[in-house]
């Protein structure tokens, strides 16, 4: 089975498409009782997404997991699986194919445990994954629909991961930044992951500010030419420099004064994060 994403955060790091972990065995927690929310979804489980705020491009292919959302915020990306696979390809149970979507290596922004069946109908399932009553995750999988025999994903939608319970944060492959005063920022204005394994680029951090890329790569694993400098373990904080009011942890992020380098304000000193040029993107 394949995932076929619309997300922004796959977009800056990776091809759309991947090969997700189809029979692989599903960890325990992934799905948990939980119980039914106060106003659980009542719409179609196959429908045409919403355009949100004309954001098409992210959450259009979310199809009916969109309207299952209960975002505080916008929707943050949606997607859907592949329009076929093999026999051999498809999951035993709507718990694998559920699984084959969370454990692929472009669902980043997804919490790893936590969804619970919200509804069944015919041959879809609705797992929602929720806080506080609130529908954040939405992934339909059904079985057998055409050229897709066995279970896989339809579709999927979820909010900003920093709608996600903390402890769920934490166990993210992006990182979730937070503002001053401690509480979780939306991943649609700044967040960092490292990079993707693929491309050989796991050593580097990409910090993702609004539409500029920082990079921290002590190991030099990008060309020097892509970027405005070079990363600096330990460096002074230059004149002009301004804190953005950004942390993660002990880490306090600084931009210079005409934002082509970020300064990260760490315990022990201050590092030195290049900025792209262009955006970087693996292929």
């Known amino acids: 089975m394949r995932i076929r994403t619309a997300a922004a955060l796959a977009a800056a790091t990776a091809s759309l498409v ?69 026999a051999a390809d498809g999951a035993d149970s709507p718990d694998e194919a559920l699984n084959g979507l ?68 934490a166990h993210l492959d992006i990182r979730v930044w937070a503002d001053r005063k401690g509480h979780p920022v939306p991943a649609s204005e700044i967040f960092s992951a490292a990079g993707p394994e693929h491309c050989d680029w796991q050593s580097a951090e990409f910090l993702h500010l609004g539409d500029r890329q920082y990079l921290r790569d002590p190991e030099q694993a990008l060309p020097r030419e892509l970027l405005h400098s070079s990363y600096a373990p330990r460096t002074r904080l230059p004149d002009g420099a301004t804190d953005t009011g950004y942390r993660d942890g002990r880490r306090r992020l600084w931009l210079s004064a005409d934002r082509s380098v970020a300064y990260v304000r760490t315990g022990g000193g201050v590092e030195r994060w290049p900025g792209a040029i262009e955006p970087i993107a693996c292929k």
């Open 18 to 86: 991947s090969v997700a972990a189809c029979g692989a065995e599903v960890p325990e927690g992934l799905v948990v009782a939980g119980s039914a929310p106060a106003a659980p979804y009542r719409g179609p489980l196959r429908a045409t997404a919403p355009d949100i705020d004309g954001d098409e491009d992210d959450v259009q292919g979310g199809g009916a997991s969109v309207l299952a959302l209960e975002c505080a915020g916008e929707p943050y990306q949606g997607g859907a699986g592949d329009d076929g696979w093999g």
């Open 102 to 169: 969370v454990a692929d290596e472009f669902s980043r922004s997804l919490p790893r445990r936590g969804y619970r069946v919200e509804r069944e109908a015919g041959r879809r399932v609705l797992y929602s994954y929720d806080v506080a009553g609130r529908t954040r995750v939405a992934v339909i999988v059904a079985k057998d629909l055409p050229h897709r025999p066995g279970w896989g994903l339809e579709t999927y939608a979820q909010c900003d991961p920093s709608e996600f319970a903390r402890r769920d944060r």
